[in-house]
Nanobody, 119 residues
């Protein structure tokens, strides 16, 4: 059974930081590309960041230089460190497994974790 569990969301003031984490199980984590996506009300789910099996990363232009994605294969986790948060970053953030460069696997999603940024 594949399971993805996100955590770390919350309420933060603009300019602050949060670190999200996704724990994966039921997959060969070290052989799986992992991604973070987000969805705001009235908008499509969009790519935030992706990290390949080999550790190569891809970021949406809107978060580049502010967010960092990293993985720990031993712990089977993928994290997203978010700095200099803006109100436009407010969304539900989802973890995805099995995707490729910029494209989600779409087979499995976590339950999502809410990030609210206020000014």
């Amino acid at each position: 059974q594949v399971q993805l569990v996100e955590s770390g969301g919350g309420l933060v003031q603009a300019g602050g930081s949060l670190r999200l984490s996704c724990a994966g199980s039921g997959i060969i984590f070290s052989s799986t590309g992992m991604g973070w996506y987000r969805q705001a009300p009235g908008k499509q789910r969009e790519l935030v960041a992706f990290i390949s099996v080999g550790g190569c990363t891809l970021y949406a232009d809107s978060v580049k230089d502010r967010f960092t994605i990293f993985r720990n294969n031993a712990q089977k986790t993928v994290s997203l460190r978010m700095n200099s948060l803006k109100t436009e970053d407010t969304a539900v953030y989802y973890c995805d497994a099995g995707g490729t460069w910029g494209t989600p696997g779409g087979q499995y999603w976590g339950q999502g974790t809410q990030v609210n940024v206020y000014s």
